[in-house]
């Protein structure tokens, strides 16, 4: 059999956030989506000789004859956009990312397929909220023909093309805008009937539940990611699951730690095969209690698969009962009970973590095999320990992690080789004295430091060892923004659906001057984490605040607070948000409220204790608490 192929310009574009638009206002956004391309995308495409090869509910997939033709489309479009979002409320916006590419495509009916397409589509990962990124190839072609900047973004190295790829970034800029043209109808009647096709494949991934499958995405092989930027790449086609908390059946209601336990193992386990989408603990156990309906969690989490069952606890014998359902339907995929001895446990667990996969027919990778056959320790009560310890450390209270201490510390006794132990350990003490629950706050960051490199040290592809690592190093007073940001990545590609270490990046990269990066990092910690907690609120109203969005920073912020009130930070950042804002009451009540927690707020001790490397966003940030009244001394 021959191969048609030909060289052609491949676009590939994406909205950004579009489960979070569709999970908050699903009609609003479907018909915001269908007026857009009736109005300007289609027409535009007409205009300069597009084709589109496929339409989903968040992307396109398009072919153009001519480099410069591609480009010119992306750029109009891409500008008018912008001016389209004048005055929509930003997190109702339609934004999109655009990557351009030149390459070699084959042609299987009305599809397209090749290293150019993967490539295009990496290029669109690449791209920030509303912008367009192109291949050299690309460049190359456009320059010299039409008036464009071009800045050059370097080489990256994207999944299964054995070349780096020169990227470069087209700014919409004054000479961006003059290249704009008017909208001009498409008397083909063409557009009007791709955006009725595009309406309704949108409508039918939402009523199919698949919004997350995207055909033309480049195929990510299970375990494959080498680099936090592939490891930030859109979830599209990967089975989503949510493990609901286990229910505790035993008599002793105090074995509810037990249970807990083995719950966020289960979710631990699993969140590590990249072939899965796996919802974050946070948002699963929001759960814990509830007599929800399977169907209407899954729905909320924007899961399809969902894992419940119960353990029960008697004496040296532990009975698991669990079951897998689609979401969907509310059918049963699976179900079966163990039971086991205690000593035998982590045998129990790799049993039912392997019929979920089974079931799923989920692929592992020989690296994702290793990982899951390792045991965290070889001793059944350090691991015991271990559970009661993470228990105590959830209550988030002083005597909680002196409690969480003891016991962590009691297991490393008994097995002095158990990194997650020294993981959690580490994060105790750092929790403890960035909390002031210590008066040795000093050397309780050293501890905190010692222990998370001890961990890492026993297990280096452990994602917990990583985590307390990146986390100590992102406190006062040990701060080092940029191993922050080197062992934060290494979690997320250790373990691609970790939503917490998603988000600590994000903060960490508004620290060094990366606050369009964090956006998108962040909105993955929030896709993954649908319940997620206020800090991530904090994380990206800091990233809007940073690039100058006050109004959008203003309502997260504000969002921040009224989930934890009693936390001083988001005050600070909406008090230095209403100076740039001018607006001088609410900065007045800010200080006011800062003061009744008893916060005395001066630019000498913002500037000492901010967490900032970048001097532009320090300079932002204080140059707002001043406009907001907040003294120097």
Known sequence: ?????????????????YSRLMGEDEAATLAALKLHRTELIDPKSHQYRGRTVKLMGDGALMEFASAVDAVLFAVEVQCAMRKRNEGVPE?????????????????????IFGDGVNIAARLEGLAEPGGICVARN??????????LSFDLLGERQVKNIAEPVSVYRIPLDDRAENLVTDVQADASGRGRWYSYVAAGLAFLLVAGGIIWWQPW??????????????????LRDKPSLAVLPFTNLSDDKAQEYFSDGLTEDLIT??????GLTVIARTSTFAYKGQSADVRTIGKELGARYVVEGSVRKMGERVRINAQLINSQT??????????????????????????????????????E?????????????????YLRGLKQESYFTREGNLESRHLFQRAIELDPSFAAAYAQLAQAYSLAQENSWTDQREEFANKALTLAKKAVELDDELPQAHWSLGRVYTRAPLRDADRAVAALKRVVVLDPNYADGYAFLALTFNYVGRAAEALGVMEKAMQINPHFPFWYLHGLGQSQFLLTRYEAAAKNFKKAI?????????????????????????????IFELESLNQIVTIKQIRENAPFTDPAYLKLYLDGLRKAGVPEE
């Open 138 to 147: 690309v460049f190359n072609q456009v320059r010299g023909k039409q008036d």
């Open 269 to 274: 386990d699993l969140s590590r095969i990249s």
């Open 330 to 367: 509310g059918n049963h995929i699976w179900a079966d009970r163990f039971d086991h001895s205690i000593a035998d446990l982590f045998d129990l667990q790799d049993k039912v973590r392997g019929k979920i996969v089974q079931a799923l027919k989920v692929k592992l990778s020989a690296r």
């Open 369 to 385: 095999e290793r990982w899951l056959a390792r045991r965290p320790t070889t001793n059944p009560e350090a691991y015991d320990l």
């Open 217 to 234: 995405a480049p195929r990510l092989k299970p375990g494959s990611m080498e680099s936090v930027e592939e490891a930030t790449l859109p």
């Open 91 to 111: 997190d109702r916006r339609i934004v999109y990312r655009v990557g351009i590419n030149i390459g070699d495509i084959i042609i299987e009916g009305d599809d």
């Open 1 to 17: 059999m021959i191969l048609e192929r030909r060289l052609a310009a491949i676009l590939a574009a994406d909205v950004v956030g």
């Open 562 to 590: 009224e989930r934890n009130p009693t936390v001083s930070w988001p005050h600070r950042w909406l008090l230095a948000t209403y100076g740039h804002l001018g607006m001088q009451d609410d900065a007045e009540w800010e």
